[in-house]
């Protein structure tokens, strides 16, 4: 639950939706849903695979499992990257209990498209605003952490993200029944192969990592948290069904609005924000709707910053534990809200670097900590290390696993580095 917990979030409902208008929807969706297949089982995997026989988060897990130092530098990567996503992360979260907020004062009521484009604007400027609303998730997500309530937390998103699925099923619905919806599903759902760039690939495989939560530790953490009798072939499975039916529904709800109101599909990081609101004026009980999905899209935001936190957090723990001036968990979180609320700040200035945060993590920081990782478990654990991760799945285990390690080994690094040299033009 804490997995599809991390990988269930703004991913899925704000950046899925404006990332594949962006880039052509059908042609984009067809490339994703490869780029889900071909990655997403074996990172995984992988990732649960070393923090379950490590015991350790990002930081410790490559030394325990290696012996040595020479991988370190990919709990770095993790670090870093963890850093720089929870910058524009949290700025997005605020976003959302702006218009939690907003909704629940009826702000949206009889605004039409430009008006609601033009109030995002304004709100999205106004830095004093966005400073508060940015910082305050840091505060939800670092108070989850000091005060070690995550069990709470997943207990409350059992009954939650449920609720999520219900909610957006209803909106789906509602949309599907608007004038000109049948456009919006033909550019979601019809692929245009001429579109497909290299530029569309790249996106779509960076969006593959980020909404699963791959390539950078977060997934190690869980994993070291799961008994030794957990299946990890069947959770992996759940959550990337999971993460990838709310993508879709995500895109079922958002273009056919697209197109039912008259939006341009290639918005930008605004899109959903001003989608949504036209949508619930369409909605029965549109107040109603409107105020249950924001605070939703909260909880669901806030379950994956705790992972993001989470790495960092453990990260300060274990890499100050033998120094002279050791970090406790409590010290760790209040260090690294400091440091993300520096980052947010530079992220709600500077539009390019919201920008470029975004983009950095997701096409090329996540990717090469996946590769790094399959690397690192394909070619440099044993084979009984390897074979560790799997004592608990029964039946289809010996086939898998030398699938798993074939694609760790050849299929998951040549991919990833055809994709990089294929968008610098290399190829
Ligand atoms: N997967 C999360 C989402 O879709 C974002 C995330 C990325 C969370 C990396 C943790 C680690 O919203």
Redesign the pocket.
Known sequence: MAAAG??????????FPYIAGENGGGAFLIVYLLCVLLFGMPLIMTEFLIGKQSGKSAFGAFRELNGNNRWQWLSWLCML??LL?MGF?FVVTGWCFNYLTEAFTNVFQGMDMHELTAHFKQVSSNTPRMLFFGFLPVFLTAGVLWFDVNKGIERLSKILMPLLLVMMFLMAGRVLMLDNSNIGMQFFFQADFSKITPTVIMEAMGQC????????G?LITYGAYMPKTQNVTRTSVEVILL?TMVALLAGVIIFPAVFAFGFDPAEGPQLVFVVLPAIFEQMNFAWLSSVLFFALLCI??LT??I??ME?AVAFLCEATEHTKHPLDRRKSVMVTSIIVMALIALCVCWDSVFGAFDEITACVL?PLGAMGMALFVGWCLPKDGQKGVFHADKGIKRWLRKLFIFFLRFVVPIAILVVFLNSLGVL
Do not use: E, Q, R
């Open positions: 991390s990988a269930v979030g703004l991913g899925n409902i704000w950046k990257t963890s996503i992360y990592f980020f909404s699963l939560s791959i390539g950078m977060a993460d669901a935001a994956s910053t992972s993001l790495v996540m």
